[in-house]
């Protein structure tokens, strides 16, 4: 069973930057891969996606309102995926969840797609103040 665990969240002012961490376990890789995506969901809004990465061979997607300002990085050896998070705008404030797709079968990239995933983790509050 796949469970995943975020930290790092916490209060910061724009401009600044916060590093969240995605604890993962229970991968059973075989000859499958599996994708992590990262999500957020404001206050009375959709959750939305972020980004994700392929852990297979780390190729990561953004969506356009964080691309050049967040990246997505893992460590294999600790079975940790990141979200360096730079420049923070108050629109950037919500819950962060990072969550998992099993993919079988030939290579596909990560999709930034929230019903592509199905473990997830309790989220992280991130707030940004202006």
């Known amino acids: 069973e796949v469970q995943l665990v975020e930290s790092g969240g916490g209060l910061v002012q724009a401009g600044g930057s916060l590093r969240l961490s995605c604890a993962a376990s229970?991968?059973?890789?075989?000859?499958?891969?599996?994708?992590i995506g990262w999500f957020r969901q404001a206050p009375g809004k959709e959750r939305e996606a972020v980004s994700c990465?392929?852990?297979?061979?780390?190729?990561?997607s953004y969506s356009g309102a964080v691309k050049g300002r967040f990246t997505v990085f893992k460590d294999n050896a600790k079975n940790m995926v990141y979200l360096q998070m730079n420049h923070l705008e108050a629109e950037d404030t919500a819950v962060y969840y990072c969550?998992?797709?099993?993919?079988?079968?030939?290579?596909?990239?990560?999709?930034?797609?929230?019903?592509?995933?199905?473990?997830w983790g309790q989220g992280t509050q991130v707030t940004v103040s202006s």
């Open positions: 990465i392929n852990y297979s061979d780390n190729t990561t």
């Open positions: 969550a998992s797709e099993l993919i079988r079968g030939p290579f596909r990239l990560c999709l930034l797609r929230d019903v592509q995933y199905d473990s």
């Open positions: 229970g991968f059973t890789f075989d000859d499958d891969d599996y994708a």
